[in-house]
C-alpha cells in the first residue's frame, strides 16, 4: 500500500478534478461487488456515473502509473451532527442514547449549545494535566468553529443530551477545553480540493464539569483496549447517538474527502478512512473500534452509502491527549 500512496500523492489533483469526484484514497479493487485481493487507487464518486455520459478527458484512468484503480460510489459526504429539523434520524434514535445520562457514558448524545446533537466518543486524558476530557468532533462541541469566527469558544457549555434531544442549560455536563480549527471554503460550480486547505481531524475535547459525571465503557462496546491502525479489508464498529451498535469493513485508508459543511461551504480532509455505511447524523463523534475493541478512528462524515472518520493516533496527537485504557486507573481529580 506504500507505493499506491505514493503514486496516489503525484496524481491526487488530476483525479479530484474529474467530474463527480469526492476522494481519492488506497483499497482493493472490487469486481461485481466482490472485494479481490488486487490493490488499487481507489476513486471515490458521489454518483457513478456511465461512460457515455462522459468525455475522454473526465473519465478516471483504468491504470495510474501502472497500478489499477477502482471507482467506488459513497454519495455525497456530509458532517453526520444531527440535522437541525426532524428527520428519519430521530424515529431511529434508541431513548437510552438521547436521554440524560449519568454519568454519560461514550455512544450517547452530547454537543455545544449552540448546536444539535452528535455523539460522546470517549474518555481521554489530558497529557498535561492528567484530566479526564470528554472527546468527540469539533462540529459537535465546538460548534464548527474555526477558531476566528466566534462560533464557540474555550469555557462554553456542553450539553447531554445535546439541544436537539431536548437538552438545556441545565443539562450542562462539560465546559469546552479546546478543538482543531476546522478549514472551510466557499462552494464553486467546478471546486477542486485544494491541498493548501486540508484538513486532518475534525476534533475537540471538553472538560466535564466534574469527573464522576462521565464514565469511560462504551456503551454496548465497554472499555477500550488499546490503539489500532486501519487496513482495508478490517472490519470495524462504532456506538453512536442514532444508529447505535453497528459494524462495517474498512473500503479505503489515506484518502482525501471534500465533505459537506453547511448548505455553500466544504471542507477537505486527507489521510481518512472510509467505511462502508454504519452511520447517520447524530453519529458523529462516534469512536471507531476493531473487533478487540481497540480504537481506530473517530467518525465525523459520511452518507447513506459510507462512513469517513479520522485515524485516531492523529486525534490524539493533535489535541494533546491519550486514550483512557482499561489497562489505566482513573487519574484523580486534581485538587
Known amino acids: 500500500m506504500e507505493k499506491l500512496q505514493k503514486t496516489l500523492e503525484k496524481k491526487k489533483k488530476h483525479l479530484l478534478n474529474l467530474p463527480n469526484v469526492v476522494g481519492v484514497g488506497v483499497g482493493y479493487k472490487q469486481v461485481g461487488g466482490v472485494t479481490t485481493t ?84 470517549a474518555v481521554v486524558v489530558d497529557r498535561r494535566s492528567r484530566e479526564l476530557l470528554i472527546l468527540s468532533n469539533n462540529h459537535v462541541l465546538a460548534n464548527s468553529t474555526n477558531g476566528r469566527d466566534r462560533l464557540a469558544k474555550k469555557g462554553d457549555a456542553i450539553l447531554q443530551p445535546g439541544p436537539y434531544d431536548g437538552g438545556s442549560m441545565a443539562d450542562a455536563i462539560a465546559t469546552l477545553e479546546r478543538f482543531v480549527p476546522i478549514r472551510a471554503k466557499k462552494i464553486r460550480r467546478f471546486n477542486a480540493l485544494g491541498t493548501n486547505r486540508e484538513n486532518l481531524v475534525d476534533a475537540a475535547v471538553g472538560r466535564p464539569l466534574s469527573p464522576d459525571l462521565i464514565s469511560g465503557a462504551i456503551m454496548d462496546i465497554g472499555l477500550v483496549t488499546g490503539i489500532a491502525e486501519a487496513s482495508a479489508g478490517m472490519s470495524v464498529r462504532k456506538s453512536g447517538r442514532t444508529t447505535g451498535l453497528t459494524e462495517e469493513k474498512v473500503l479505503v485508508v489515506g484518502a482525501t474527502v471534500n465533505v459537506s459543511y453547511g448548505p455553500d461551504r466544504e471542507a477537505t480532509f486527507a489521510g481518512q478512512i472510509v467505511a462502508g455505511p454504519m452511520s447517520a447524523g447524530g453519529d458523529s463523534g462516534s469512536l471507531v473500534v476493531d473487533e478487540g475493541a481497540r480504537a481506530v478512528g473517530l467518525l465525523f462524515a459520511g452518507s447513506e452509502e459510507s462512513t469517513v472518520f479520522s485515524p485516531i493516533q492523529a486525534v490524539l496527537d493533535m489535541l494533546k491527549v491519550d486514550l483512557w485504557l482499561v489497562s489505566q486507573p482513573l487519574p484523580a481529580s486534581p485538587g
Not at 456511465?50 to 471507482?71: E, I, K, W, Y
Not at 442514547?97 to 450517547?108: D, F, I, N
Request: proline share 11%; no cysteine; hydrophobic share 40%.
Open 38 to 121: 488486487q490493490p488499487a487507487i481507489v476513486v471515490l464518486v458521489e454518483k457513478k456515473v456511465p461512460s457515455a455520459q462522459l468525455l475522454p478527458n473526465q473519465m478516471v484512468p483504468q491504470a495510474v502509473d501502472d497500478v489499477a484503480t477502482d471507482v467506488i460510489q459513497v454519495g455525497k459526504l456530509r458532517f453526520l451532527e444531527q440535522l437541525a429539523k426532524p428527520g428519519p434520524e430521530l424515529q431511529k434514535a434508541d431513548p437510552r442514547r438521547t436521554a440524560k445520562v449519568r454519568p454519560a457514558q461514550p455512544g450517547v448524545s452530547i454537543a455545544h449549545y449552540k448546536a444539535t446533537a452528535g455523539t460522546f466518543g
